[in-house]
């Protein structure tokens, strides 16, 4: 035995093993109260937190503040900013467009992926924005994965069933606003079927346009079916007034008409009542109402007329343009000749 062993205590190897002992119970001591303490974690106050032990929901939402659960691999906990807004740009992005104008090969072989139909089968450009938060923390972390993809295959789908019902004309003018509002009932219907916790804030239509390619020629169309449409009208305005014109000028012709059958009637019924009259007065006086219509009707037609008077005595005797031989109480007398020019008596 050499010197160096002897003079080593006995003791020696069994207190270091003591030692150890000790040091190791106080490690796992510490390790054991590290574990348990990473149990406590902390919500902030946009956030909530779903805590599941051993795959099983144990708490849905957490409300802010300080909490403890199981440390993980036994317990998770998930911790998600619920009012935090998130955006997802479905369709023809800006970026792509911008790519595009610089001449990118790559946007320009990959444009045609985010070309969509409409009802009459042209094709359009169409870029949504679609903004959504999480509205059910538990749904969100048990049925969703991706939720940006989800979000976006569901837009797309919604729009896709839009577009489709719909001609071009109309998507270009006015069925932005039907489109946002509709399609936003119709995302969010299919989101809670899914059943995945996510709530939309809102859907913008960002722009809604023709590809690059023929964009040129689709403006040409809609100018000609614009002027179309003004030359349509202006024919509709042409011939509201012709129409009302024609109806004026039938009102006016139809009011002459009636004051004209009005004035014939009343002329008709006047004559009627002279005739009448004269009739009564007939029944009356024969000769002297035969006489005094004669002269009336010769002092209405002689004016207008030429009338010749011939002598045929050479103007011996005078001329008798009586056209009425007197009456007398007795009866019709006829006038004596006159008498002859004493210069003739023999």
């Given at each position: 035995m050499s010197e160096s062993n002897a003079s080593r205590s006995p003791g020696a190897p069994l207190g270091f093993h003591a030692a150890w002992r000790r040091w190791r119970r106080r490690i796992l001591a510490l390790a054991v109260a590290a574990y348990f303490a990473g149990g406590f974690y902390f919500v902030e106050p946009d956030q909530r937190a779903v805590v599941r032990f051993g795959g099983r929901l144990t708490a849905a939402e957490v409300p802010p503040g300080p909490h403890y659960a199981w440390p993980w691999p036994l317990g998770n906990v998930v911790r998600l900013q619920t009012t935090q807004i998130r955006r997802v740009i479905v369709g023809f992005d800006a970026e792509a467009r911008e790519r595009i104008s610089r001449g990118d090969v790559d946007a320009m072989t990959a444009s045609p992926r985010t070309d969509m139909l409409s009802g009459d089968t042209n094709i359009l450009k169409v870029s949504l924005v679609v903004q959504y938060q999480v509205t059910d923390p538990a749904a969100f972390v048990l049925r969703c994965v991706a939720p940006d993809e989800l979000v976006r295959v569901v837009a797309q789908a919604v729009l896709v069933e839009t577009l489709a019902r719909r001609p071009v004309d109309e998507l270009l003018t006015g069925a932005r606003v039907d489109l946002r509002d509709r399609g936003r009932e119709q995302m969010q219907r299919r989101l809670d079927h899914y059943g995945c916790g996510i709530g939309l804030v809102s859907v913008s239509v960002q722009s809604v346009e023709p590809p690059q390619a023929v964009i040129a020629a689709f403006n040409d169309v809609t100018d000609a079916r614009y002027y179309h449409a003004r030359l349509v009208q202006r024919a509709g305005n042409e011939a509201d007034v012709a129409i009302r014109a024609a109806r004026a000028q039938a009102f006016e012709r139809v009011q002459a008409a009636r004051d004209y059958a009005a004035q014939v009637l009343a002329r008709a019924r006047g004559?009627?009542?002279?005739?009448?009259?004269?009739?009564?007065?007939?029944?009356?006086?024969?000769?002297?109402?035969?006489?005094?219509?004669?002269?009336?009707?010769?002092?209405?037609?002689?004016?207008?007329?030429?009338?010749?008077?011939?002598?045929?005595?050479?103007?011996?005797?005078?001329?008798?343009?009586?056209?009425?031989?007197?009456?007398?109480?007795?009866?019709?007398?006829?006038?004596?000749?006159?008498?002859?020019?004493?210069?003739?008596?023999?």
């Amino acid at each position: 035995m050499s010197e160096s062993n002897a003079s080593r205590s006995p003791g020696a190897p069994l207190g270091f093993h003591a030692a150890w002992r000790r040091w190791r119970r106080r490690i796992l001591a510490l390790a054991v109260a590290a574990y348990f303490a990473g149990g406590f974690y902390f919500v902030e106050p946009d956030q909530r937190a779903v805590v599941r032990f051993g795959g099983r929901l144990t708490a849905a939402e957490v409300p802010p503040g300080p909490h403890y659960a199981w440390p993980w691999p036994l317990g998770n906990v998930v911790r998600l900013q619920t009012t935090q807004i998130r955006r997802v740009i479905v369709g023809f992005d800006a970026e792509a467009r911008e790519r595009i104008s610089r001449g990118d090969v790559d946007a320009m072989t990959a444009s045609p992926r985010t070309d969509m139909l409409s009802g009459d089968t042209n094709i359009l450009k169409v870029s949504l924005v679609v903004q959504y938060q999480v509205t059910d923390p538990a749904a969100f972390v048990l049925r969703c994965v991706a939720p940006d993809e989800l979000v976006r295959v569901v837009a797309q789908a919604v729009l896709v069933e839009t577009l489709a019902r719909r001609p071009v004309d109309e998507l270009l003018t006015g069925a932005r606003v039907d489109l946002r509002d509709r399609g936003r009932e119709q995302m969010q219907r299919r989101l809670d079927h899914y059943g995945c916790g996510i709530g939309l804030v809102s859907v913008s239509v960002q722009s809604v346009e023709p590809p690059q390619a023929v964009i040129a020629a689709f403006n040409d169309v809609t100018d000609a079916r614009y002027y179309h449409a003004r030359l349509v009208q202006r024919a509709g305005n042409e011939a509201d007034v012709a129409i009302r014109a024609a109806r004026a000028q039938a009102f006016e012709r139809v009011q002459a008409a009636r004051d004209y059958a009005a004035q014939v009637l009343a002329r008709a019924r006047g004559e009627a009542s002279s005739f009448l009259q004269q009739l009564a007065s007939y029944r009356l006086a024969p000769d002297v109402t035969r006489q005094r219509l004669l002269l009336e009707t010769l002092d209405r037609v002689l004016p207008s007329v030429r009338t010749w008077v011939l002598d045929d005595g050479n103007g011996r005797y005078p001329v008798d343009l009586r056209f009425v031989e007197p009456t007398l109480p007795d009866g019709p007398t006829r006038a004596e000749p006159p008498p002859a020019p004493p210069g003739d008596a023999r």
